[in-house]
Nanobody, 121 residues
Framework: QVQLVESGGGLVQPGGSLRLSCAAS????????MYWYRQPPGKERELVAE????????AYATSKKGRFTISRDNAKNTVYLQMKTVKPEDTAVYFC??????????????WGQGTQVTVSS
C-alpha cells in the first residue's frame, strides 16, 4: 500500500521559514517525479514545485521561485519543501504528489493527506 505522509506544517510568523517533509512508502520512490501542491482556503489546489526522479531538475510556480526550494533524498524516500520569507498568502494545506510517467502519460499517481501551514502574526 502506497503512503505519502506530509509533516512539518504549523503556525509560522510572516517572514519566517518552514520545512515540509513528505515520506513515501510502498513504492519505488526513485521512479517517481515528486510535486508539492497547495490549496489556500476557499481556492483551488495549485502547483507549487516539482522535482525529477533523480533530483537533477526542479521547477517552480512563478510566484514561489526564489522563496521555496524543493529537494529529495532518494535514500530516505523523502521529498522536502523549504519555505523562506513566508507570507500570509502562503497559508494553505500543502500536499505532496508522486507521479510516474509512461510513454509521456501519467501511469501512477498518489497523494498525501496534506499538512496545514498557517502564516500569521
Amino acid at each position: 500500500q502506497v503512503q505519502l505522509v506530509e509533516s512539518g506544517g504549523g503556525l509560522v510568523q510572516p517572514g519566517g521559514s518552514l520545512r515540509l517533509s513528505c515520506a513515501a512508502s510502498g513504492l519505488t520512490f526513485s521512479n517517481y517525479c515528486m510535486y508539492w501542491y497547495r490549496q489556500p482556503p476557499g481556492k483551488e489546489r495549485e502547483l507549487v514545485a516539482e522535482i525529477s526522479t533523480n533530483g537533477a531538475n526542479t521547477a517552480y510556480a512563478t510566484s514561489k521561485k526564489g522563496r521555496f526550494t524543493i529537494s529529495r533524498d532518494n535514500a530516505k524516500n523523502t521529498v522536502y519543501l523549504q519555505m523562506k520569507t513566508v507570507k500570509p498568502e502562503d497559508t494553505a494545506v500543502y500536499f505532496c504528489n508522486a507521479r510516474s510517467i509512461l510513454f509521456g502519460k501519467i501511469d501512477e499517481e498518489y497523494w498525501g493527506q496534506g499538512t496545514q501551514v498557517t502564516v500569521s502574526s
